[in-house]
């Protein structure tokens, strides 16, 4: 009988630089206050990468905690997903490099979707794991956004840090992992969060340098309107999806972006504040590693245990957001099991098709090459 597989969150695992940059240590670098920043947006520090820190470095760091966890090692993963708007180069995609060094024999990706990247990924590994394509999946959020911050710019330098965070699914009978989830954009609104030069548009110059365009720029007062809208009408559709209602989630964990967008959140779902979990104030606004990151912490303060519903949302550059109705623990499918699920079979059985007809092809290309050279004379 066809049972439904679902995606556990199966381990976890985050990296923080240790350098920590204060409102008192921006101070002295912009025209700003440790007042302003605090009431303005809840923040009072954040992490910016180390000498030795890199994107695909920290992504290992936050992975290999979490594939322990999970009781795997990097051979069982069946794929990799390292969502990020800050790879290491703009080629490779740093999920190959990930792949090498945390030493995996899979496919990997990478996924840029801005702030709400590590949602999507989530999603999208869930979707492969319930079509039963794949088993054990690595999901990793990683930013050294700090690279594109103009630190003489006080409307972003005060915002941004950097961080990864990582999870591993693994495939679960019992309700357990991502039960609904909502992926949103809005590229009318691209020019609010925006990086003018680097990409084919506008390849970088000596005037990108000038005028400071390989930096992000941002219309503050935009996407927090836009924040401040998405975030309760997308909570409340996916949450209704999930079958569930606003008081039916244990904890929610919302991208920390700014404690008044989580404010208005909260008021907004009628919800009290107290289950909005926030980290803001220690490391500002990571980008695609807040929300994990978050979560991470949630999990290791005790705040969620098995069977908690959370909601996470997250939101930014495209304009995107993105949001999951999670389900934590519960339940594992065991290797045979899943090997043996009519999706994981048939994937198995083309795979080994392909795998007897390319061997036959390449046997037989000398003789064609051969054949073709005596019809040529
Ligand atoms: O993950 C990506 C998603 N990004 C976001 O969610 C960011 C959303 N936006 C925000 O969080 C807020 O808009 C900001 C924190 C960026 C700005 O806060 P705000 O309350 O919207 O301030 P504002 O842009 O309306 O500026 C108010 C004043 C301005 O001065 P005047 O024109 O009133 O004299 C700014 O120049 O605050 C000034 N200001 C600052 N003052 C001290 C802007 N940044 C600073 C600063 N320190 N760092």
Redesign the pocket.
Known sequence: MFKERYAKISGWGKYVPEHVITNKDLEKM????DE??TQ??GIKERRIRGENDTNSSMAVAASLPALEMAGLTAVDLDLIIVCTSSPDYLLPPVSSQVQDMLGANCGAFQLTA??SGWVYGLATATSFIKSGMYNNILVVGSEIISFAIDYTD??TC??FGDAAAAVVLKPSEEPSGVLSFELGSDGSEYDA?HVYDGGSTNPVSAITYEQGRHYIH?D??R??KF?SRVVAQSLKRTIADAGLFPDDIDLYIP?Q??AR?VDAGARLMRQPLEKFYMNIHKYG?T?TASVPLAMVEALEEGRLKEGDKVAMIA???GLTWATVVVQLGVGEISPAHSLFSTGRAQYVAKRARETVLDGVQAALLPLYTFIERIRDN
């Not at 912009?30 to 206050?33: A, F, L, M, R």
């Open positions: 912009v025209d700003t206050s302003w920043i303005r947006t801005g702030c006080r409307q005060v915002l969060l941002m503050g007062r996407v927090f924040a991208h972006a700014n967008i606004n980008s939101f930014g550059a």
